[in-house]
Structures are given as structure tokens and as C-alpha cells.
């Protein structure tokens, strides 16, 4: 089936440093979302991209739809003790019914 | 905006009775609602889509008649799992699908701990 690459699998830096992630496919996408996920919750969304080049800031979260809208990065500026989680990239295959495909996640973990 | 209850939040239950799990968008009408389950450590699994008014979607491998869903509103998706077993045992996510200010966008309910005995 269709995978979304993402990277790293795992993070661990030192509060204020900034954080970068991404996710990669072979297939083009609709739309890329970033969630983050507490244990034990649901995911959050983090932040939502629907064209190709498209940056979008949330506080001290930057994503960007990739131009060949087979990528997505996400960054984190500044990091504090509660970005601690498990951060996912989700895409829309272009043609689809609106399903997503995941990431496998990004584990970060912030020392104070 | 674009908030999306569970209920229950966790559920233990004895093996072989059925358990069902309610998915309400809270303060939208949700085009389709998904289903998910999560087993730990790992990403999200697609069970099934459901749009209101017609059958569920199922994915490849998940039984129709385990997992029941029925979508009854704009606004309401449940979850049967008939005759659970330990197996079945798993964090059940719901997501609802709110058309954003560019395109398709789904929002996640808060999750439901199932324990099977």
C-alpha cells in the first residue's frame, strides 16, 4: 500500500533548541496535516496544508506542503518541555476519498 | 471550533459481550466520520469510513460483522465491537471530516481504552 516516510523516528534536545521533521512519498498529495498525539489522547492538528509551496506558521510551529507535494516538513522554533510527544505527518493521496495515510510518527522528547 | 467527542473514554469489558463506542462532532456537521485503532507504539490503523446514511467502508482485514458501525447523523458515528475478545483489546480513535478553508480536514475525537477480559 501506499507510505509515508517520516523522519526521525525519534528526537531527544535540550529545551529552547528547534526542531525540525518531515515526511516523504512517492505519491503526490492533496493535502499533508501535522498532528501531535499525548499519550493516551486522540491527536491534535497541529497544523493543516492544501496546496503545493504552502507555508504555514501556528505559534512556534512551521509546516510546508513540498512543492512536488510528495513532502512535508514540520519545525518546531524554541522548544519547550510540553512539545514532549509523538508528532505525525498525515496525507491526502490526490484522487482519494478523503482517507488519510500516516506517518509512522516523530518521538520527541525535550530535557528541561 | 471543530471539536469531536468519545464516549466512552475507557471500557473494560468481560469476553464475549459487546461494547459500543459513540463518536459525536460537537459543534459540526461531519460529512464523513473514520474510524481508527492504535495499538501502542504505533501509528494510527484505518478500520473503516463511514459517510451518514449508508454503509461503512471497511478496510482490508477488518471483519464487517466484528466491528459494526452504523453512522446515524450528520453529526453521530457508533462503534460496535460484537462478541469482544482479549484480541480485541485496543485504543479505538474516531476523526470527523470538516471541509477547511482549502480542502478536507479530520479531526480527532479524544480516544477509547478498550480492555477485554
Known amino acids: 500500500g501506499q507510505q509515508l516516510n517520516q523522519s526521525p523516528q525519534s528526537m531527544f534536545i535540550q529545551e529552547g533548541e528547534d526542531v525540525s521533521m518531515n515526511c516523504t512519498s512517492s505519491s503526490i498529495f492533496n493535502t499533508w496535516l501535522w498532528y501531535k498525539q499525548d499519550p493516551g489522547e486522540g491527536p491534535v492538528l497541529l497544523i493543516a496544508l492544501y496546496k503545493a509551496g504552502e507555508l504555514t506558521s501556528n505559534g512556534r510551529l512551521t509546516a510546508q506542503f513540498g512543492i512536488t507535494r510528495k513532502d512535508s516538513f514540520l519545525n518546531i522554533s524554541a522548544s519547550i518541555p510540553s512539545d514532549v510527544g509523538i508528532y505525525f505527518c498525515?496525507?491526502?493521496?490526490?484522487?482519494?476519498?478523503?482517507?488519510?495515510?500516516f506517518g509512522k510518527g516523530t518521538k520527541l522528547s525535550v530535557k528541561p | 471550533g471543530a471539536v469531536v467527542s468519545q464516549h466512552p473514554s475507557r471500557v473494560i469489558c468481560k469476553s464475549g459481550t459487546s461494547v459500543k463506542i459513540e463518536c459525536r462532532s460537537l459543534d459540526f456537521q461531519a460529512t464523513t466520520m473514520f474510524w481508527y485503532r492504535q495499538f501502542p507504539k504505533k501509528s494510527l490503523m484505518l478500520m473503516a469510513t463511514s459517510n451518514e446514511g449508508s454503509k461503512a467502508t471497511y478496510e482490508q482485514g477488518v471483519e464487517k460483522d466484528k466491528f459494526l458501525i452504523n453512522h446515524a447523523s450528520l453529526t453521530l458515528s457508533t462503534l460496535t465491537v460484537t462478541s469482544a475478545h482479549p484480541e480485541d483489546s485496543s485504543f479505538y480513535i474516531c476523526s470527523a471530516s470538516a471541509i477547511g478553508s482549502g480542502g478536507d480536514t479530520q479531526y480527532f475525537g479524544p480516544g477509547t481504552r478498550l480492555t477485554v477480559l
Open positions: 498525515a496525507g491526502q493521496l490526490a484522487g482519494s476519498q478523503g482517507n488519510l495515510i
